[in-house]
């Protein structure tokens, strides 16, 4: 493995640890929208299918989200508000490791890769996203 990817395989770890500390630490911020999600995974996990918190189906909000809150709960027992920090810093995590691996070629050397990388894990706007809105959005937009 080359000295680049040690070092941003490490500082994604690193950054996915802290991530989950905070929140784990003083709770993930919900809006209406993380709302419609926690309530759409506990719906799946009812059977009652991808539903909003007023009991309509959630038609406005794409569904990936909610079945990867109602995973932990299917698997575990987790509850989906509990599973949103760990959930987040590996979507965190994954989004600065994409970030890693698009960087690379346009990069000459491993400072300017992680360089890079900081830029976008210090970013308030990405920070803000990952401990309030969630990740997903990120994530979702940053993969298309």
Known sequence: MEPFTRVWV???VGYA???F????NCGV???PDSANYIAAARHLNM?????SYDGLPLTV???LYPLLLALPQMIAGIDPLNALPFLNAVLAAGILALTAYLARP???NSVWGLLTILA???NPAFWRFVSWRGANFCSSCFCC
């Open 106 to 108: 346009c990069v000459s």
């Open 17 to 19: 640890l802290l991530v």
């Open 47 to 51: 059977g009652d299918g991808c539903r």
């Open 10 to 12: 490490f500082f994604c």
């Open 61 to 63: 909000q794409p569904p």
């Open 29 to 31: 911020g919900l809006s």
């Open 21 to 24: 500390l905070t929140l784990h």
């Open 120 to 122: 976008v894990a210090a």
